[in-house]
Nanobody, 122 residues
Framework: QVQLVESGGGLVQAGGSLRLSCAASRRTFSSYAMGWFRQAPGKEREFVAG??????YYADSVKGRFTISKDNAKNTVYLQMNSLKPEDTAVYYCAARGRGYIYTNPSEYDDWGQGTQVTVSS
């Protein structure tokens, strides 16, 4: 079990950038697979990006625009979001999986942050 806290959301214009952070509570963070998900009102929670060790994986909708990274020394995962579009508007959640490999299904993750709102205006 790990406690996760997201930050960095906000309101930006289309074409702008945001950097989300997810701080984890424990030192065993480094071996976890970490994912970013998002959920818009009335829609299913969807996978955005994942990282496990040096491996990364992105949803097609964000590939080339978003970058996931992590700093093991700080137990923090980041999501750099560039060229934002109105359709990126959602609550963004950080998730942790205490086992190997990156999954796109939310049910495969063990722990979740509280979410941070990202709003992109046209």
């Amino acid at each position: 079990q790990v406690q996760l806290v997201e930050s960095g959301g906000g309101l930006v214009q289309a074409g702008g950038s945001l950097r989300l952070s997810c701080a984890a509570s424990r030192r065993t963070f480094s071996s976890y697979a970490m994912g970013w998900f998002r959920q818009a009102p009335g829609k299913e929670r969807e996978f955005v990006a994942g990282i496990w060790w040096s491996s990364t994986y992105y949803a097609d909708s964000v590939k080339g625009r978003f970058t996931i990274s992590k700093d093991n020394a700080k137990n923090t995962v980041y999501l750099q979001m560039n060229s934002l579009k109105p359709e990126d508007t959602a609550v963004y959640y950080c998730a942790a999986r205490g086992r190997g490999y990156i999954y796109t299904n939310p049910s495969e993750y063990d722990d979740w942050g509280q979410g941070t709102q990202v709003t992109v205006s046209s």
